[in-house]
């Protein structure tokens, strides 16, 4: 497999005809190696445009929503991300390489642990992998820029708290097979904005709660 042929592919066949159109962020998909962050029998599916399986039903997002993603909250080299899931790393590396540092919450064990080594065999210094909820607001900081890994039903108030005024949040909210992504921005203290981006479906981020629909 010519991997650099395969990442050009990616590049030009599914990200970029997919609104991607940065050029910060299309040159960054050359220099971060996806296929760094995945097995030896998943590296030459890095490059398909499809989500892969990882561990305790959790999956790695596809190339070009990742991608789109990194576009969409445009984080500036002075600023702090959350991001909430760490799949296999992928996404963090690529929001550390244009922030001043990102703090990656995860609550499945062997998701964090298969992220923290594939940030460290990377040489990606400036991301830490925590264990905790960011969905129950387990984290006293606030964020520039927050970014949701898989899908929910509705937006905890304790997650938007932690999104600094001016910060922008990316999360895709919603039930399969039609869910929206969306980019929150924190106007003011009481203040929120909400842009619909594109239409999408992807897996619920691990420790999202059903909303009940149950009523009496």
């Not at 029998?41 to 561990?55: G, R």
């Not at 387990?138 to 304790?158: M, R, Y």
């Not at 001016?166 to 929206?180: D, E, L, Q, S, Y």
Request: proline share 4%; glycine share 4%.
């Amino acid at each position: 497999m010519n991997i650099e042929q395969a990442r050009f592919n990616m590049i030009e066949q599914q990200i970029r005809p997919w609104n991607v159109l940065a050029q910060d962020v299309l040159d960054m998909l050359m220099v971060v190696k996806r296929e760094n962050y995945f097995p030896e029998n998943q590296k030459s599916l890095a490059f398909f445009d499809t989500e892969l399986p990882l561990a305790d039903g959790v999956y790695a997002l596809s190339p070009k929503l990742e991608a789109r993603i990194v576009q969409e909250v445009a984080v500036k080299k002075h600023e702090t991300v959350l991001l909430v899931g760490a799949g296999t790393g992928y996404l963090a590396a690529l929001l550390a390489y244009k922030a001043r540092h990102v703090t990656v919450m995860e609550t499945i064990p062997e998701i964090k642990a298969l992220a923290e080594k594939n940030l460290s065999q990377n040489g990606i210094t400036n991301v830490d992998v925590v264990w905790g909820d960011a969905l129950q607001g387990k984290h006293a900081a606030t964020f520039d820029v927050i970014v949701v890994s898989g899908s929910l039903e509705t937006i905890p108030d304790d997650l938007q708290k932690q999104l600094a005024v001016n910060g922008r949040m990316f999360v895709i909210i919603g039930k399969a097979p039609v869910m929206t992504a969306q980019i929150i921005t924190r106007e003011s203290e009481l203040f929120f904005n909400t842009k619909q981006l594109f239409e999408t479906s992807v897996p619920r981020l691990s420790q999202a709660v059903p909303v009940s629909t149950f009523s009496f």
